[in-house]
């Protein structure tokens, strides 16, 4: 299975590109996040990569932060998402606004990205509300694989969604204090509520 490439960046335009390594062309499906980090055509370019394959086919997907591809796995594992669907979503949206989106249960903002349903948007919700934050998996925030406590990676949601360390920290600790069975996910969406009362 391909972990990654490492090579010179043949080609590129929106939702792919050509990594030629060693003189061989891998052709790496991209989101729009991914094609604005690429460097110019001629130079050298690494991309994560999610191997793709069936019965039928193969086909890479790549990644320019790890942060994305462990929020692109997320995004298939819920039912009627597939990598094609999963890169669309992360091209329609940024992941931040796509993060609280699915904390806050916003199935019109999620319904607004091209190819999601009202249905969709809404298993969306129910199967990653929980597993979004999951603290025993790569962190779609800080793109780190080691586990973390479920304060850090609340606080490291926070952050992500445009809050102050300082102001994060706070928030996480009087919420966790008055309810230490909460899952991150609760956490992060008790802050977002309060900070738009």
Not at 117 to 145: H, I, N, W, Y
Request: charged share 25%; glycine share 8%.
């Amino acid at each position: 299975m391909i972990a990654y490439l490492n090579g010179t960046l043949a080609t590129k335009k929106e939702q792919e590109c050509i990594i030629d390594v060693s003189g061989v062309g891998y052709r790496v499906e991209i989101s729009t996040q991914t094609l604005e980090t690429l460097p110019d055509t001629g130079k050298e370019a690494r991309l994560l990569v999610y191997h793709h394959f069936t019965e039928s086919e193969q086909r890479l997907f790549g990644f320019a932060s790890q942060k994305e591809k462990n929020l692109f796995e997320r995004l298939i594992t819920v039912k009627g998402i597939g990598p094609k669907l999963a890169l669309t979503i992360l091209s329609g949206m940024q992941a931040s606004v796509l993060m609280e989106a699915i904390v806050m249960q916003d199935t019109s903002t999620l319904s607004g990205i091209s190819g999601i349903g009202k249905k969709t948007a809404q298993r969306m919700v129910l199967e990653l509300k929980d597993k979004l934050f999951d603290e025993s998996q790569p962190s779609v925030v800080t793109g780190d694989d080691s586990t973390r406590s479920k304060r850090e990676e609340a606080v490291s949601a926070l952050e992500a969604l445009g809050f102050s360390k300082r102001e994060s920290g706070q928030m996480v600790n009087q919420i966790a204090g008055k309810n230490p069975k909460a899952t991150v996910s609760e956490i992060v969406k008790q802050a977002l509520a309060q900070s738009k009362r």
